[in-house]
């Protein structure tokens, strides 16, 4: 359970004095989620997520994060909305820590993605990438190439007592990346973690897309890759080149790739892979005393990088000539 800070009731009922939103009638702390401390609030008015923003999300980049998903609400994409005060502003302080509360969206997200569901999301996908252009603020990539070293430097020491060589491998990973990584791609606003657990299902059909914490701007091939690695692999770690076939299909049909962005892939994907394997072996490491929070595991993507390394096209993944 992702809840790193505590919240009592008195403090809560003082913050949600400032909303318009009714009375308390329960509250509890959500078991899913690494990075934030989600509550789910049962109010008069309904069921709303209340957020406090942990570790990796900075005050300043909010205004980011806050005004994108009312800029892709207005624009057809089915994500949450910030909740705001009477006062007018969305961005409070509880307990300590910046706080925000957005609506609820109704649905389910799925433990094993059929390809049905890997096209749904790599529709989805494309339809926030188009969404996102004119969205007016913009947010580096804390996460992408730069970023991977000083992780890397956080856990180098105690890599190989998660997986035996595992420090060379990164610093092989790295240096290869460092030297290769495409420039010049279409960029624009990337969601950057859209894993199965951030994508709602109703009855078969996409519902919504949650937790926009990582969102930023960056290459929207990259953000097709994160997908292909969190969508596409199955539990014994193999590929599923139907289920890549169609998640890249999908999303071809709403925005096009270019040649480049084919011929980028097999490099933006290991480079997506190392980015979730260096942040999980961070997070593996370095757990809080007293959170309670299940870390996810950082070997998954040891294995997923590993075939990344294999692949010679993006054939591989189910697209190109
Ligand atoms: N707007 C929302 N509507 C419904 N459920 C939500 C919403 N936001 C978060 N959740 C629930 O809370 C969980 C954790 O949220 P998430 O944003 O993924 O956390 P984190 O910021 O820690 O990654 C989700 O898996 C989902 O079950
Ligand atoms: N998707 C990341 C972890 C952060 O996302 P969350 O939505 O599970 O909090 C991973 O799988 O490493």
Redesign the pocket.
């Known amino acids: 359970m ?1 809840v790193y800070t505590d919240v009592s009731p008195e403090e809560l009922e003082a913050f949600l004095a400032h909303y318009v939103i009714g009375r308390l009638r329960a509250f509890k702390g ?1 078991a ?5 401390s ?1 509550y789910l609030l049962q109010t008069e008015a309904g069921s709303f ?1 209340l ?1 406090l923003y942990e570790k990796r999300v900075k005050r300043d980049d909010l205004p980011f994060f806050i005004g994108l998903m009312e800029h892709l609400a207005s624009r057809g994409i089915a994500c ?1 909305q910030p909740v705001k005060t009477r006062e007018g502003v969305a961005l409070g302080e509880l307990a300590g820590r910046p706080a925000a509360i ?4 109704i649905g389910t ?1 799925v433990r094993r993605p059929t390809a049905a569901n890997c096209a749904a999301v790599g529709e989805a996908l494309a339809r926030l990438h188009e969404a996102g252009a004119g969205f007016a603020l913009k947010r580096a990539n804390a996460l992408s190439v730069a970023g991977w070293r000083p992780l890397f430097a956080a856990a180098q020491g105690r890599a190989d007592t998660v997986v035996p060589g595992l420090a060379g491998l990164i610093a092989d990973e790295l240096d290869a990346l460092e030297a290769n990584w495409p420039e010049g791609l279409p960029d624009g606003v990337i969601h950057a973690d859209l894993f199965p ?2 994508v ?1 299902f109703t009855d078969e059909k996409l519902s919504g897309l ?2 926009f ?1 990582f969102a930023c701007n960056d290459l929207l091939a990259y953000d097709v890759s994160i997908c292909l690695n969190a969508w596409c692999f199955e539990p014994d770690g193999a590929f599923n080149i139907t289920k890549g076939r169609a998640l890249l299909a999908a999303y071809q049909a709403v925005r096009p790739f270019s040649e480049a962005e084919i011929a980028a892939l097999p490099l933006l994907a290991r480079g997506s892979a190392l980015r979730f394997l260096l942040t999980r072996l961070v997070d593996w490491l370095n757990v809080p005393p007293g959170a309670l929070v299940r870390p996810h595991d950082p070997k998954e993507y040891v294995r997923k990088l590993r075939f990344h390394r294999t692949v010679t096209s993006a054939r591989d993944y189910g697209i190109g000539a």
Do not use: C, K
Request: charged share 20%; glycine share 4%.
């Open positions: 992702a959500i899913e989620g690494v990075e934030n989600n997520i957020t949450p957005a609506t609820f969206l997200s657990d951030n709602f949650i937790d914490y």
